[in-house]
């Protein structure tokens, strides 16, 4: 049984040329991923989690192989990160070219002009056809506390507004932005200061439209917080961990309305939501939403660690010289990575395969919802769909069948990831290199593990 590739050396490896099948050989975990399984409880600490209990041997298309030979379809791309496929060929070939050339230089220390493509790619790609400028880090929670620092540098203020269910990092600062205690909050303050929380709409649970759901939080952010001490509202046009909850339209337009009147800078965190994984470019163009600040990260290099911030160069150019940055931020590598997925989403027709996999998993989905009143709640954008599932007499999530429903796919081949404040969301986050047919089979194995819990 052959079902990896190899190369000159007969080194494995990934990319789209991988058989493009669902194909378990052992049982799950196999004997492999079993021992390293092992080693891992006795070299890496337990707090670092793992969803599937399987070891990596290449990936790419949308599969994902083990080390036991098992060819998983892969409905989870890293947590929205290899949305151009794994092992993308265009990736690889500038990481290999850049990797030659020079590894690192620091940008503080001296340039390179991959760094400043990168940036004049995303001033032109963001939404909005002001004057940009762009800094790049290395993870979306890097990038988000460079957007609050950015905030608080341009208006003089302190007080960030972020949202109920949401997501924004692990960092300290991000933890106080973030909404969920467990796992990633609880033991681990005291945290930030001058974070507050506004409630967010969430169509399927407070069947509010946009903007009565935003004058909620308007009320909530000049009663508790006020305008005036306000430096930036912070908020995923899609959440993604707290429950790909899709706003109801107008929620977003009519809080960044009071946000301009009141010189508020409005963050959108794009991270989960851009490079095309929504059917745009990025999530905000939906509901032709101008951020004055984007945060990006994960999609934008095919795997290799980058995130930036993008926004009104008035605003990106208030901190002093030398007031952003970081030893990494922009490393050569992930800029070549970047450049090349950058390209891939622009040239290759992947905003258009994002809406094509939106209209097969919607109607797939919808079809199941309606044999089925355990599924609560279809939704999601492009490739960012997700269900929740509910008790059918109370409408209560039901945590404990989405895990199983998890586990299930897990063990007849799909990577499969949950989310939601009351983890009862199934999501899926295919490549946008994936076949249809594996689309329809990872479905099918989904439908059988609903069906059997
Ligand atoms: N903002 C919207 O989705 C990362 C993290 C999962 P980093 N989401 C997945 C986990 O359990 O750690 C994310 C996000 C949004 C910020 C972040 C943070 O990005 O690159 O993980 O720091």
Not at 56 to 77: E, K, M, Q, R, W
Request: aromatic share 6%.
């Amino acid at each position: 049984m052959t079902i990896v590739e190899s190369n000159a050396t007969g080194r494995a490896v990934g990319g789209p040329g991988l058989p493009q099948r669902r194909h378990l050989v052992t049982e799950i975990p196999g004997p492999k991923s079993r021992a390293l399984l092992e080693r891992k409880s006795s070299a890496v600490a337990r707090g670092v989690g793992i969803t599937l209990p399987v070891f990596t041997d290449v990936a790419g298309g949308g599969v994902l192989v083990d080390v036991d030979g098992n060819s998983f379809i892969d409905f989870g791309t890293g947590i929205a990160v290899t949305g151009i496929g794994n092992a993308a060929p265009a990736v690889v070939a500038a990481v290999q070219e850049q990797v030659e050339r020079f590894t690192h230089t620091c940008f503080m220390i001296t340039g390179y002009d991959s760094y400043v493509g990168v940036a004049e790619a995303l001033n032109r790609l963001t939404p909005g056809d002001h004057d940009k400028r762009t800094a790049l880090f290395n993870t979306g929670a890097e990038a988000v506390e460079n957007a609050v620092k950015i905030a608080r540098s341009y208006t003089g203020r302190q007080a960030v507004i972020a949202f109920d269910h949401a997501y924004h990092g692990r960092t300290n600062l991000t933890m106080a932005l973030t909404a969920k205690a467990m796992p990633y909050k609880s033991g681990f303050g005291p945290f930030a200061p001058e974070i507050y929380r506004a409630p967010l709409s969430y169509p399927f649970r407070d069947g509010l439209d946009g903007p009565a759901a935003a004058k909620k939080a308007i009320a909530v952010i000049e009663k508790q917080v006020g305008a005036s001490s306000t430096a930036a509202i912070i908020i995923e046009p899609i959440q993604g961990e707290g429950g790909f909850i899709v706003p109801a339209p107008g929620f977003l337009t009519t809080l960044q309305e009071w946000a301009t009147a009141n010189g508020v800078v409005f963050i959108a965190d794009e991270v989960q939501t851009g490079f095309a994984r929504t059917g745009r470019m990025f999530a905000s163009e939906h509901e032709g939403l101008v951020p004055d600040l984007v945060v990006t990260a994960k999609g934008i290099a095919g795997g290799l660690p980058l995130s930036a911030v993008t926004g009104r160069a008035e605003i990106m150019d208030a901190p002093h010289v030398g007031g952003l940055g970081g030893t990494y931020g922009g490393n050569p590598l992930a800029c070549a990575a970047a450049l090349a997925a950058i390209d891939s989403y622009e040239n290759d027709g992947l905003l258009e395969r994002a809406r094509e996999i939106e209209t097969l998993m919607l109607s797939r989905l919808r079809e199941l919802q309606a044999s089925d009143p355990r599924i609560g709640d279809v939704r999601g954008r492009g490739a960012m769909i997700a269900v929740e599932i509910v008790d059918p007499v109370t409408g209560e999530p039901d945590a404990a069948l989405t895990s199983k429903i998890a586990a299930g796919s897990h063990a007849n081949g799909v990577i499969l990831l949950t989310c939601g404040t009351y983890g009862n969301v199934i999501r899926f986050l295919p490549p946008l290199s994936i076949s249809d047919d594996l689309l329809h089979d990872g479905l099918d194995v989904v439908r059988q593990a609903l069906e059997a819990a």
